[in-house]
């Protein structure tokens, strides 16, 4: 039990309630709440305003309630980020997201849709902001592409050869044109001959996606600059560790 004798989702709501946090929920058929949408009102307002680009990050368990939470941010024309939105979800799965994305959308003026969405590699999010924002472009974040490449590939390679590679893919994924792009990619598949596991891994997970997120495609949509989350970082991290620290 928490606070004044509530479960602490319950608590938080009064808290939210109480400081006049724009908020809504759902519960199971036993009256549990299994999602908690929440956003303040001057982050709403913002969003109005500065709501072109937005940058969605997919859940990180929190120990705070047991639950993970959903993070997005938006960004000020002035390269200034601020937390949009938070939901904790029971479930990180197509349902869960589509009903965190429609709260979200029914706080945005029709005018004001998102234009870019930058996420990570998380297919249930990918699938549910193509039902809820069908007219908004969606790019991936090319550190989380090249963080899964890191994950995935290394060991196929001698470690000279795997820096010289990831070199190589740094310069695939910063291609300015087709043409650049053809050209960067016909020299990875030559260095790639000694090493077929990596190239498996590129043709089969990544090579299909260039257009959200190869600098050539992912550029043609005005997204003030930004080809990854990396500006969110810092408030993404003092999130979390508020959350899990707090009593």
């Not at 945005?108 to 990918?126: G, H, M, S, W, Y």
């Amino acid at each position: 039990m928490g606070r004044n004798g509530k479960y602490q989702l319950e608590y938080l709501i009064h808290l939210l309630k109480e400081r006049n946090w724009i908020h809504s929920n759902q519960t199971n058929t036993n009256g549990k709440i299994t999602n908690l949408f929440f956003a303040h009102p001057a982050s709403i307002e913002l969003g109005h305003i500065s709501g072109h680009v937005i940058f969605i990050y997919s859940t990180y368990w929190t120990c705070k309630y047991n639950l993970p939470l959903f993070h997005m941010f938006g960004q000020t024309e002035t390269g200034h980020t601020f937390s949009l939105d938070f939901c904790y979800m029971e479930r990180e799965n197509d349902d869960g997201y589509i009903w965190a994305l429609q709260e979200l959308k029914m706080l945005f003026q029709t005018p004001r849709i998102p234009k870019v969405i930058i996420t990570d590699c998380e297919p249930a999010l990918n699938r549910a902001i193509e039902l809820v924002f069908p007219s908004s472009i969606h790019n991936y974040c090319t550190w989380n592409i090249s963080k899964n490449l890191i994950q995935n590939c290394p060991k196929y390679f001698q470690e000279d050869d795997w820096m010289d590679y990831q070199t190589s893919w740094s310069l695939l994924v910063s291609s300015n044109s087709t043409e650049d792009y053809n050209n960067n990619l016909e020299k990875i598949k030559e260095k790639s001959k000694d090493y077929s596991g990596s190239w498996a891994y590129i043709s089969n997970n990544l090579i299909a996606l260039k257009k959200i997120f190869v600098t050539a495609w992912a550029s043609q949509h005005p997204h003030q600059g930004n080809e990854d989350s990396s500006c969110v970082e810092s408030a993404d991290s003092y999130i979390k560790s508020f959350i899990n620290n707090s009593n």
